[in-house]
DNA sequence: ATCAAAAATTTACGCGCGTAAAGATTTATC
DNA sequence: GATAAATCTTTACGCGCGTAAATTTTTGAT
């Protein structure tokens, strides 16, 4: 190993062999140039450990290798699991992704737009807070950099949208509950930070409607990301008043879940579908945590896979087509219902 | 608004009435320059929406203003929530943080440090895998960059690490179980990823011997980050094979622990302190979730703000004496004991 | 009003690379 | 072996800004 500290393109560029701007080429795709000047050039890369200043490449780039993913909560680990998928798509894609959370702050967010455009990345995949986003900033940055939107839509903006369908989420876990027993009440926060919360509403109403059923949705009052709290404390609340309306709840989200089992256990209340039990509990999301709950969770999956995947995709295809796709294009994803123990 | 699209400095210095190098100056420091100088270029500010072309910048710049995080598993809610903390910091502090995580494989970690070094960073705040860890790789990114190691400790690498006292954290909640009833074995994975893990189960057994107590470790199999799910088949497998030697039990972390709680819930154990109960249970961490768990888990709880505050304190410190400490410092916090209802 | 210190301006160069154009060389095709 | 096509080299310029040095202007105190 020579230690011979390479300073710049054309020192590497003398000890190749080959000229500075064919060194260039190269780095830019490697099989632009001949086969027998890229392995001079690799097996220079073997004995120098020479990589091109990244600040210099993107000063001259407009169209820079960087994707930029942003999350409103990266403590959740819904997003963070989402965020994982989709990092590692991108770098196999060879591009460079930069992870950002608005931690659930309209300021935050605006502020990681700001930076990204300064990053001027090649494309933006962005979850966006939803209610708490500020509609004109995010509009205009989606008009400066190609963005595609996931998770949580907001009409018309950016060039498309890669989500779940909240019917199909809400259709199936309606339908097995109410075909397995009591028909389910919808529980969920008053006034959800996330769009897809009040898609699940109305599909819930929708869903009932249908069946014929009388719909009862409990809103229960909580701001921010604090979701199990939230949940808890409502089912504290509901419990402890007795003003639960059936013995079957479908909760808009798994943390909500999580919060509402964790009241059932503190009242000593059994959640299941067995004999003894009190109440049957089922959600949606499958979080992470779903199958560790207690009892584990019945809920309807997002497939993260395939959302992470079609979010790649439509981006990098978006990324070629220059930035504009001629129509916005909204792809959803059924949800899978994943029978466990509390319903 | 003047819609005139500023497109570089020069552009901008000419619109302020001030020269390119004057403004160059005020972004470096908007106090290094004259209040009736900053003026003008503050309300130039507000008419046109110019930013410095941040590529430019940094090529020029022997020290960027970027501060990179490395964690472990960002999907771990313990590592997104101390993230979330250092992020809110370090732009407190004026500098910019991009966030990397590993997902518990050496190679990206290798490779998030290489590109880490491209990116020529003021400093860096790593966590590293630990166990997984390329040593050597990590040394020698350490001698390149000033580097401030927390949560996970490694012998002699960076120029300080900040972190939690293990010991604290299991004396506390060895003593509170011996001394409330009985003593306690300890369950933790047999390979553990995080040297956190051994160093506890050391600190287990020697306060087991200074209590004159027999010590108990119960080392299940699982590889990987799914601690939950390793837990969770450990626990089946013990609770199956009546193979617990005590009825009280110590994790080794909160994510195993969830495990077991589930395991329990499955066998229809309950947990908790009271009358009934077959098992104690408690844990190491105070994880986001660790409140939700049925029963709520009893647990040694980091101070997040404080090991937050420190790294970021450190890591400032570093940089501002040049990227090199005198000798290499090691501040650990010790637990707080959180009295939940599963011990 | 005087003068030294502080701040701003002008001038100039450099950072490391992208990229275009023109000419030289290699490769592929018959 | 001749020819066209592909690839490489040389040369040259530009990107947007940092930064140093020398000069001029402003500031603040006497």
Redesign the pocket.
Known sequence: MHDNKI????E?AAKC?????????Y??DPD???S???ERIEKALERYDY???IY??N????LTKTVGIVVPYLADPFFAEIARQIEQRIVAAGYRPVLFSAYGEQELENSILDSLRSLKPAGVLLAPLGRASDRAAIDKFCEDVPTVLFDSNIDGIGEAFVGSDNFSFVSQTVEYLTRTGESPCFFEMRYPANPNANKRRTAYLKMMEKLRLEPHVLSVEGEGWAFEEIGRLGALKLLDEKSLPTNTVLCSNDRLAIGFLAACYERGLRVGRGEGCALRVASHDDHPYSRFTCPSLTTAAHDYDTVANRSVETLLALIDSGGRFPSRTETLFPARLILRASA
């Open positions: 300073r710049n393109m054309d590497f062999g080959v000229s500075r701007p064919t060194v260039s080429k780095f830019n632009s140039v001949r027998s000047t890229r990589q091109p200043n210099a490449i000063q001259n780039r407009r």
